[in-house]
């Protein structure tokens, strides 16, 4: 069975879902004959790689497939993601600033200013009245605020760690080995990813997490499972790119 293209997952997933191309471009906002292409594995009206890769994700995840996994494929089949522009290659000088000379203090003026201040103090003193004496502000002294003595945060308990391929309580452990190279895309019960790339032919990789774990395959029939040590055997056919979510019972 030949391995399916990242337009035709694309295709396959929206007509499953019962969603027409219409309606795909309402729910992301990129025209009808963009997802068209993009079915058809054509990339040319994107614009460019990066629009490209944005088409996908958003794609995807109307569908209902998981849109960083294409986006790794796509990344994968043209050239790798796209490597980050220095700051310094961007922006250049183009002239110099030129510094003013910097002059000392004019003690000529600061003579004039100091006389005139004491001719008006001398005029209101004389004039007004005025006494001697300046009243400062009542300012109400600030309350001091009692240092928190700090908590020493409380020691860890050690856990023994479990056993390779033993799941501890509430814990699933899953083992994947690979017959063929095939993509695999994990994440845990948050989302959170564990682990996203080709598995290599031959490898064997376990990954452990709370509650379940999700794997996409690229190739279902090229690799088997293994979970909390019972043996599950070929998620699917050779070629198939399939979705499998593994709990701490059976799945």
């Given at each position: 069975m030949q391995e399916q293209s990242i337009g035709g997952m694309l295709r396959s997933a929206r007509e499953?879902?019962?969603?027409?191309?219409?309606?795909?471009?309402?729910?992301?906002?990129?025209?009808e004959p963009i997802i068209h292409r993009l079915e058809q594995d054509d990339y040319e009206e994107c614009g460019g790689d990066f629009y490209a890769r944005g088409h996908v994700k958003a794609v995807a995840k109307a569908v209902g497939l998981d849109p960083d996994a294409l986006v790794h494929l796509y990344d994968q089949q043209h050239g790798g993601a796209p490597q980050p522009v220095r700051a310094a290659s961007v922006f250049q000088a183009d002239r110099r600033v030129t510094m003013r000379e910097r002059r000392g203090p004019n003690w000529s003026m600061a003579l004039v200013a100091a006389l005139a201040?004491?001719?008006?103090?001398?005029?209101?003193?004389?004039?007004?009245?005025?006494?001697?004496?300046?009243?400062?502000?009542?300012?109400?002294?600030?309350?001091?605020?009692?240092?928190?003595?700090?908590?020493?945060?409380?020691?860890?308990?050690?856990?023994?760690?479990?056993?390779?391929?033993?799941?501890?309580?509430?814990?699933?452990?899953?083992?994947?080995?690979?017959?063929?190279t095939s993509y695999v895309h994990v994440r845990d019960a948050d989302g959170r990813p564990l682990f996203a790339g080709d598995l290599k032919a031959g490898t064997v990789s376990t990954w452990r997490a709370q509650r379940e774990v999700a794997l996409l395959f690229g190739d279902a029939g090229a690799v088997s499972v293994q979970v909390n040590g019972k043996d599950m055997g070929k998620p699917g056919d050779r070629g198939e790119i399939i979705r499998r979510t593994y709990g701490v019972s059976a799945p």
């Open positions: 499953a879902a019962g969603l027409s191309v219409a309606q795909v471009s309402a729910a992301t906002r990129i025209r201040v004491v001719v008006v103090i001398g005029l209101v003193r004389v004039f007004g009245g005025a006494s001697d004496q300046v009243r400062t502000a009542d300012v109400e002294p600030v309350p001091a605020v009692p240092e928190v003595p700090r908590k020493h945060p409380a020691k860890e308990t050690k856990r023994r760690p479990a056993a390779a391929g033993q799941a501890g309580p509430r814990q699933v452990v899953v083992r994947v080995k690979a017959k063929r």
